[in-house]
């Protein structure tokens, strides 16, 4: 069965550290693969997508994801956290125009 | 059911006909949202449900669009006189969500979306 997996369910970091979110996906043929973010008691918003071109993707809030084909792998980056990503991130693949998204990684930020 | 549910899981209409999308969310979720993603694009916020608030229409295109939810159940998106560029997957989702706060959103969940096309 077509799949998205997220590696983590609940990130802890402090500010100021790096934060990878691990994103696996199963689909064969063409995807188009996306980031969104939650923050607390809002709606979802777009980080970054990837549809074709550079497999290196730069988002907002100085986010960026990597697309590993081989790997079947769109791992999200950020390098320094601050309090306000405080959120849960899901990791989503659009594929034939059916979205599957993964479970989402509640990311919380210490000061 | 297990997950959220939504139908039909494609419509083709002609232009200008009303179309309506029906979601059953996870039951006890509180919060239900609608997003639609056209063709090329991310998610775009629709509207939000909770509870027995006044719903979130910000993000609702024009005033063809509406949207209702009895109680903390069903959902119905409608579009009235439908164009071309409505065309796209309506996706609907709901959490558990906490009030007070910030309010925290809990279990998330998706359902598989409705893909429209105008024709």
């Known amino acids: 069965a077509q799949s998205v997996s997220q590696h983590n369910h609940h990130v802890i970091l402090s500010e100021a550290a790096s934060l990878e979110l691990g994103c696996n996906y199963s689909?064969?043929?063409?995807?188009?693969l996306f980031w969104y973010v939650q923050y607390p008691g809002q709606h979802l918003q777009l980080l970054l997508k990837?549809?074709?071109?550079?497999?290196l993707v730069k988002g907002i809030k100085g986010f960026e994801a990597e697309f590993i084909k081989s790997k079947f792998s769109f791992n999200l980056r950020k390098p320094s956290v601050q309090w306000s990503d405080t959120a849960e991130y899901f990791c989503?693949?659009?594929?034939?125009?059916?979205?599957?998204f993964g479970a989402g990684t509640q990311v919380v930020v210490t000061p | 059911g297990a997950g959220v549910s939504q139908s039909p899981s494609n419509k083709v209409t002609e232009k200008g006909k009303d179309v309506e999308l029906r979601c059953d969310p996870i039951?006890?979720?509180?919060?239900l949202y609608w997003y639609r993603q056209r063709l090329g694009q991310g998610l775009e916020f629709l509207i939000y449900?909770?509870?027995?608030?006044?719903?979130?229409k910000s993000g609702l295109p024009s005033d063809r669009f509406s949207a209702e939810r009895t109680g903390e159940s069903v959902s119905t998106l409608t579009i009235q006189r439908t164009q071309q560029e409505d065309s796209a997957v309506y996706l609907c989702?709901?959490?558990?969500?906490?009030?007070?706060?910030?309010?925290?959103?809990?279990?998330?969940?998706f359902g598989s979306g409705t893909r429209l096309t105008v024709v």
């Open positions: 989702a709901s959490s558990l969500q906490v009030l007070g706060g910030q309010g925290t959103n809990y279990g998330y969940t």
């Open positions: 689909y064969g043929g063409t995807v188009n």
């Open positions: 990837y549809f074709s071109g550079d497999p």
């Open positions: 989503a693949v659009n594929s034939w125009g059916k979205f599957q």
């Open positions: 039951s006890g979720h509180t919060a």
């Open positions: 449900f909770q509870g027995n608030s006044a719903p979130d």
